[in-house]
């Protein structure tokens, strides 16, 4: 490994560097479970470039958010100053993130947009203005954030897209290879076929949920209001009238199709499609939409009317086979609102061809079990995939995993006694811990309902994680928990499946434990029935695949926020009985050792004493 970006390889690190290796020798393709700690990054990032530099190929590495952008850069980076070498990356978000212009005048790259003359001449080639600020740029390896601030005057989302080009690392999110129609423009503005392209893909197992949401489309209530309000501000008043009718169509079809009881129901096409052809043509009611959002657009960042023509487009065009339709109530911050959605259920429409179609594609994340699960699910051709599962390059000794048989969220068990006895366990268990804990739920409400509780038994200081709260306000509740590390006196209690059980690092042993309520399942609705009901058919396993096994991967996440380096000690609590059935145990790493107790604080008091000492 000539460009590899730190003088020493880690432990069990070089394993993955030869397994990515050997699958871009081969042509092939990997599934890495690889655990915190490994230098995941490094280790696939380097071989992939080396691979690249030599065949003249372009290496992609994706991440389902911004934030999981800048490791990747940084590794780059570091590569550079390392050897003195000159490998070229950029940095892809989205158009909006990237616009600078005032949000009244964006209009894109459109001649609305007040850096479109600096940037593109008549012809769309770049101004001289925009090849000088492009020739700047291009070995600085920047963020986007950077990009942004370094073009003051021309457009930072074009010359990305032009950076591209000479790039080595294309550093981007899921879509803008996962999406056909991203992915035709970025690989053209790349100068690349699909098949020269390395694929590195983190945290995949976000894979099948993302991939699935790229074809799901949906039409809510408050979007109608909105576009009706869009539609009368901007003049078009028979488009307003049109999109009055459709909400009264909206509203006609709950009423006939959801009781009391019933949250959900299944939908045919023509249900819609009937409905609307009754006050307007279908397709002239589409091309309506276009045309009032091609006008709203010019004068505003986004168009709601632009929404409802994409999700009536997706409703009349789009397959059954895959996808579900369904009407549906929702409930959020207290209030009801009506959706219509059209939902993909299968992730291989968006990932088998660019997965098996590109050079190599390396998939890889610290909870990716059971591996055969994402090798189906994702569409990967058998015979030109290999999976490995890494050990944990951590100390066993620094870790203790404990299971609690005598608990349960099962639907049946749940109730005021249940809760009592999950809040006398947790608080009996913070007095053995040396340090603060972490606490995640199933669900906000079952926070909700053991938060009180819990309060009547410790004293500890208690960090809620809010539903409502925006990206600064979690963040700024991280800081003062972090705050609390040499204090030792403080819980945060949050959910498995919300912001701060995935993505969320808590450095230098700010958690010393992290205690998973119940298993994380997704609610029963219509489309999860639908899911399990589709993997069941394709693939034999859809109980598994659709509900239980994505369930799992989210505790173990959860629980993965607990020890982030090799000097990190800390234990993990599972508390339901569920966790020691052999068919949930499948899903954890095969040198996970998990002991089950009655007296959860015993064993805590005793690994930290032993710890201590």
Request: a negative charge.
């Amino acid at each position: 490994m000539d460009l590899f970006p730190f003088e020493q390889v880690r432990d069990r690190q070089d394993e993955l560097v030869e397994a990515s290796e050997q699958a871009l020798e081969d042509e092939s393709n990997l599934v890495a479970h690889a655990p915190t700690g490994l230098g995941k990054t490094a280790a696939t990032v380097t071989p992939a470039i080396e691979k690249a530099r030599e065949q003249d190929k372009k290496v992609f590495f994706l991440t389902p958010r911004h934030s999981q952008h800048q490791i990747a850069l940084e590794t780059v980076r570091k590569m550079n100053e390392r050897h003195g070498e000159n490998i070229i990356s950029v940095d892809l978000i989205g158009k909006d993130h990237l616009c600078e212009a005032d949000i009244s005048t964006r209009g894109g790259e459109g001649p609305d947009c007040p850096r479109h003359d600096n940037t593109f001449k008549d012809n769309h080639e770049l101004t001289t203005q925009a090849q000088r600020k492009l020739k700047e740029v291009k070995h600085q390896n920047l963020s986007a954030g950077e990009m942004k601030q370094a073009c003051d005057k021309v457009c930072a989302y074009s010359l990305s897209m032009q950076l591209a080009a000479d790039a080595d690392l294309v550093i981007a999110d899921y879509f803008h290879i996962f999406h056909p129609g991203v992915r035709e423009a970025v690989l053209e503005n790349a100068d690349i076929n699909l098949e020269d392209c390395i694929l590195i893909v983190d945290e995949a197992h976000n894979m099948p949920s993302r991939t699935r949401s790229l074809f799901t489309y949906s039409l809510s209530m408050p979007n109608i209001k909105r576009a009706i309000t869009e539609a009368e501000t901007f003049g078009y008043y028979s488009e307003q009238e049109n999109l009055d009718q459709l909400k009264r169509v909206v509203s006609r079809m709950a009423n006939e199709k959801l009781s009391q009881t019933e949250q959900d129901s299944t939908m045919k096409k023509d249900d819609l499609v009937d409905s609307i052809d009754n006050f307007h043509d279908y397709e002239d009611m589409v091309k309506d939409m276009e045309n009032v959002a091609e006008e709203v657009e010019e004068e505003q960042e986004r168009s709601y009317c632009a929404q409802i023509a994409e999700f009536l487009r997706a409703w009349e065009e789009g397959e059954d086979n895959g996808f579900v339709r369904v009407i549906k109530r929702e409930y959020s911050q207290g209030s009801q609102t009506l959706k219509i959605k059209y939902s993909c259920l299968d992730p291989q429409i968006s990932s088998k061809k660019p997965l098996n179609k590109a050079h190599s594609s390396i998939l890889m994340s610290a909870t990716l079990t059971p591996q055969e699960m994402y090798v189906q699910l994702l569409g990967l051709e058998e015979d030109k995939t290999e999976t490995r599962a890494f050990k944990s390059p951590f100390p066993e000794e620094n870790e203790l995993d404990l299971v609690i048989p005598t608990l349960t969220t099962k639907y049946e068990e749940r109730g005021d006694s249940m809760w009592q006895k999950y809040a006398w366990y947790l608080s009996k268990s913070f007095e053995a811990v040396d340090g603060n804990c972490g606490v995640f739920f199933p669900s906000y409400a079952m926070m909700n309902k053991v938060k009180p509780l819990i309060e009547e038994h410790s004293d500890r200081k208690i960090f809620i994680e809010e539903r409502k709260a925006d990206k600064d306000e979690k963040q700024d509740l991280l800081d003062k928990f972090a705050d609390r590390k040499e204090a030792g006196d403080s819980v945060l209690l949050g959910v498995a499946a919300g912001s701060f059980g995935e993505g969320v690092d808590f450095p230098g042993e700010v958690l010393k434990a992290v205690f998973i309520v119940g298993l994380p399942l997704q609610r029963p609705d219509l489309e999860t029935k639908e899911l399990i009901d589709f993997y069941d058919e394709k693939f034999g396993k859809g109980w598994d695949y659709g509900y239980s096994y994505p369930a799992m991967n989210r505790a173990i996440q959860a629980a993965g926020r607990c020890i982030r380096s090799s000097t990190d000690e800390g234990v993990i609590v599972y508390m339901d009985e569920r966790y020691e059935w052999s068919n949930y145990r499948k899903v954890f790493p095969d040198d996970k050792k998990l002991v089950s107790t009655r007296a959860p604080w015993k064993e805590i008091n005793e690994f930290f004493s032993k710890n201590r000492n």
